[in-house]
């Protein structure tokens, strides 16, 4: 038999709260680099006209395409949201998306001289196709990823170490965002934290390879 779950008082949900709000309003005074993988998340939405005679698939009327943050440029526009100095580190493509994406943190006012614009390079994006009529929660029925199929190549990497060194060099924490499209590396984030003015608070998360960052300083502070 399972114990009573005792209901949480509402001095403690009040003070949780407090907490929190506390928490939020640090962010004001904080310089956060984002080192990580731009991810333009695409959303082509449609209403559902009928079922294609050529295949069992739904044919959509086009209403509207909407490109936003995904990724690690997803992180950094929650961070700007949140009134943090966010200096975004990454690489996108020399593309329309890629174009997007810088636009997007100018029109913020984050600084984004620490974005790459790669020549010969696909910026990584999600298109996903929603499908519903007037009125109704549109569903997801399709999604269609574009990328390069190659890491960016080593003249690239250099130069972003360069920038990385650069955002490191006027204080503030790190947070790495790698989606393993191959602009973060370890030997990348070791190196800035060893270079930073400062000993950096490094918050990371890797999708495919959190062990081979072995070494970084993923610190949690009280």
């Known amino acids: ?9 509402p001095a403690g949900a009040a003070a949780d709260l407090a907490r929190l709000t506390e928490i939020v309003e640090q962010f004001r005074h904080q310089v956060i680099v984002l080192l990580g993988d731009f991810v333009a998340d695409e959303f082509q939405r449609g209403d559902i006209a009928r079922v294609s005679r050529e295949a069992p698939v739904l044919i959509l009327r086009h209403r509207e395409t909407q490109l936003l943050p995904g990724g690690g440029a997803n992180a950094a526009n929650n961070l700007a949201d949140l009134g943090a100095r966010v200096r975004p580190v990454s690489i996108v493509g020399n593309d329309a998306a890629g174009r997007a994406l810088i636009e997007h943190f100018r029109r913020r006012h984050v600084k984004t001289s620490g974005i790459i614009s790669l020549r010969g390079w696909t910026t990584p994006v999600k298109t996903r196709f929603l499908a519903g009529w007037a009125h109704t929660v549109p569903q997801q029925v399709l999604r269609v990823d574009r990328q390069s199929c190659a890491p960016p190549p080593s003249a690239a990497h250099g130069l972003l170490k360069q920038k990385l060194r ?10 790495v965002s790698d989606y393993g499209f191959g602009v ?7 190196e800035a934290t060893a270079h930073a003015r400062r000993k950096p608070i490094v918050t990371l998360d890797s999708r495919f390879a959190l062990h081979g960052f072995r070494g970084a300083a993923i610190t949690e502070r009280s």
Not at 1 to 9: D, E, F, H, N
Not at 166 to 175: D, K, Q, S
């Open 1 to 9: 038999m399972s114990a009573a779950r005792v209901p949480r008082s």
């Open 166 to 175: 650069a955002a490191m060099g006027g204080g503030g924490h790190l947070l």
């Open 184 to 190: 973060v590396t370890p030997e990348l984030v070791r």
